[in-house]
Structure formats: C-alpha cells, structure tokens
C-alpha cells in the first residue's frame, strides 16, 4: 500500500517495474518498497478482530463430541476457537490458542509434553484432574492450572466426578512462528502420580509462606501448578474492600510466581480481575493479545469501539492495541473475568506498551 509521506514507500506500478518485480521473485526476492508500508505499521495492525464466544452456543457443540470421538483417537478431544479474522490459522487472537476441552467421568487423555506451555481455566464440572510431571491436581469450577513448556502432563476425570469442561490456552502458535516447538509423548501413556494430590498447593500456596532453606525452586515457571477458585475470589473480594483498584482494570490480581512474583510462566500469563457492582473502567490499550473468560456475573466490554455483552462462561478477545474498558450489568453483584495473555512474552522482549484513552479526546497519556 503506497502512503505519501516522506520516509515511506510511494512507488506507481508501471509496466516496466512490474516485468522487474517478476524478474525478482524469479530469483526469491522481491522490492522491499512493495510491502514495506505493510510489514513496518505505524502501529500494531491485528488482523484478529474482538470476538465473543457464547458458552450457550458452545456448550452443546462441545458436548457433542462426547458421542463423536473418543480422547484415544482424537489425542485431545478439544473445540478450539477461531477468530474470524484468522481462518486458517488455528487463532483465537493474536498467536494465542484456545479450546474447550471435555472429559466424561472415566476418561482421560495420555501423557505428553511439548516445548509449548499451556494453561487451563475450569468451566465447569467436578472430579477432574490434572497431573504434571507426576504431581496431581484435582479440579473443579474456576480452579486455574499450568502445565509449563517441557513439563509431561496428562489429565482425566475421576469415575466419580462429573463431565468436565475446561478451556485450554497455549502458546504453541507463537512457538510455531518462532519453529521452534517440540512434541514428545510419554513411555507409559499415563503418569504414576508420586506425590500427595495437590501437594504443590500445599506447599507453596501459603499466604505469603514458601519453603525456607533447601527447597528453592529454581525452574522457569511457577511451582505452583493450581490455583484454587475459593481463595483466589476471597482474595478479589477482599482486596476490593482495601483498594480502589485500576480505573482500566478494577481489581485486578495476576496469577504469580511466588518463588519470583512475576508471570506463572514465561510466555503466557494469567490474570483474574473483580468489576464492583456498578463499576465501570476507563478506556486504555496495551501490546499483547489477551483472551477473557467470564468467571462470574455479566456485563459488556466496548472493544475497538464496539459494544460486547457477556454473561459467565462466555470467551471473548481483545487483539492488541485495541482500546478496551468493561462495565458490569448489576447494580448488586460483581462480576469477574479471567485472562489469559502474551502480555509476559512482550514484556521479555521489551515490546510492551500501554496508553490511557485521554478524557478530554486528545493526546493519549502513556502509562508505561
Ligand atoms: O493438553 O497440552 O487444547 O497440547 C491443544 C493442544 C491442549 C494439551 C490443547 C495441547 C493441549
């Protein structure tokens, strides 16, 4: 696309050029000046556009697959979204993957592990679980897992539970841009789990408590595989009596480290955020693609300008760059969205920024 600005390309097609641009792409090139204007943007230009997923609409369809294929042949028997901006290429914004994963009571899916990270929010169900690298989670509504790049997980739902949904999130699109993926699948299909369930919560889930001494943690990504939906909501609940929170966020908390304090992992990371009743933020616009799941109430984002209603469990995304603010429908109750982003991979190559929307219509403020 040709822009008549000094510093950019500008140049007419004419005959000649074009025999030229054809004599090029003979020998595998070609005249920057013919794409320049397109691969150096002012500024981010996503192809992904704001899109919701209405569980309503999804919740059947996933269920459906119960009765279409079995976890043995499918690998993972997920529904993966789509952004309609993104056909063909498996994303749901950005270079973000995610799915909506079903298990009936009894089933489960073999060990793997791959140099992608994934993470995963529980929709909805009981008796589920999750085992990485031989640690085993058990999982119901709202409870937020990791299984970080490199790590082999497998996960099931016990014979006694419920038929299980959770949404799965990888970065794996991201780790194909960069070719760098790797896929492994485990000697014995199914992990001994050789530990206390759950023990990782116990021991570094503490309030403010981690091991002293010889049991420092020092891998990449947070030891703290589970998150646990009742404390994480008693903690939104009380840090909005303590706090105003951010005007663009609420309260808003990310899922740490806490051997670090940083992102759970280091490509992808994870917030829960708490709009008070009535509440409503100001508009800002950030670097990174972030998909958010309703975890409780309803609402609506304005997105690029649009409005999007949601109630809980619907998914929706905001591209990067975006302008953003949320408001909740009730007067009475909070509502609170999930997020998962790769706002982390941005910060670790210095690529993030963040603007305020100005009140009075003209010069943004940055904020970072
Ligand atoms: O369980 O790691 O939805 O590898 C897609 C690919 C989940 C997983 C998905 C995967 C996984």
Redesign the pocket.
Known sequence: MREDTIGRANVEDTPELERYYAELGRQESYALWTVANDIEPWQPKPASLPTVWRYEAMRPLVLKALDLVSPEKAG?R?I?LENPGRKGTSACVGWL?S?L?VMRPGEFATA?S?ASS?LRFIIEGRGAYTVVDGHKMELNGGDFVI?PNGTW?DHGVDAGGDTTIWQ?G?D?LLVNQLDANFYAVHPEHVQKSNTPVDDTVALYGGPGLLPAGGEGWNKPYSPLFKYEWGRTYETLQKASKASDGSPYDGIMMQYVNPATGGPVMKTLGACIQLLRAGERTKAHRHTGSVVYTVAKGSGHSVIAGRRYDWKKNDIFVVPSWAWHEHANASDRDDAVLFSFSDIPSMKALDLYREEALAENGGQQTPVH
Do not use: I, P
Request: charged share 15%.
């Open positions: 993972r997920v993966a993957y799915g994963q793997h791959h994934a299984t997980h799965d990888l794996m």
